[in-house]
């Protein structure tokens, strides 16, 4: 059984820091990638970053290269976005996505998590 569950969602002030959370349940060791991906009001949903169980950095859209870093730690099966300089514009609910069979598409999504950014 795969699920996924994040947390850390807020409302901040431009500037201000945030993490978020995914806590990962079913055999993660033989998952491929997790990612973020996030969905602002009457936006499709995008791509924030995504990083490799098995080891590696990892890789970010444009958009937060360089204020958001992805860690994860294998052995409490929890990957996390760091999110720094925050923006008005990264105001999103975020989702936690996973690539648990597949080499190309994310099969398994948790809740999401809102993420608010005032001016």
């Known amino acids: 059984q795969v699920q996924l569950v994040e947390s850390g969602g807020g409302l901040v002030q431009a500037g201000d820091s945030i993490r978020l959370s995914c806590a990962a349940s079913?055999?993660?060791?033989?998952?491929?990638?997790m990612g973020w991906f996030r969905q602002a009001p009457g936006k499709e949903r995008e791509f924030v970053a995504g990083?490799?169980?098995?080891?590696?950095?990892?890789y970010y859209a444009d958009s937060v290269k360089g204020r958001f870093t992805m860690s994860r730690d294998n052995a409490k099966n929890t990957v996390s976005l760091q999110m720094n300089s925050l923006k008005p514009e990264d105001t999103a609910v975020y989702y936690c996505?996973?690539?648990?069979?597949?080499?190309?598409?994310?099969?398994?999504w948790g809740q999401g998590t809102q993420v608010t950014v005032s001016s």
């Open positions: 990083i490799r169980w098995s080891g590696g950095s990892g």
């Open positions: 996505a996973a690539q648990v069979t597949s080499l190309r598409a994310y099969e398994y």
């Open positions: 079913g055999r993660t060791f033989s998952w491929h990638v």
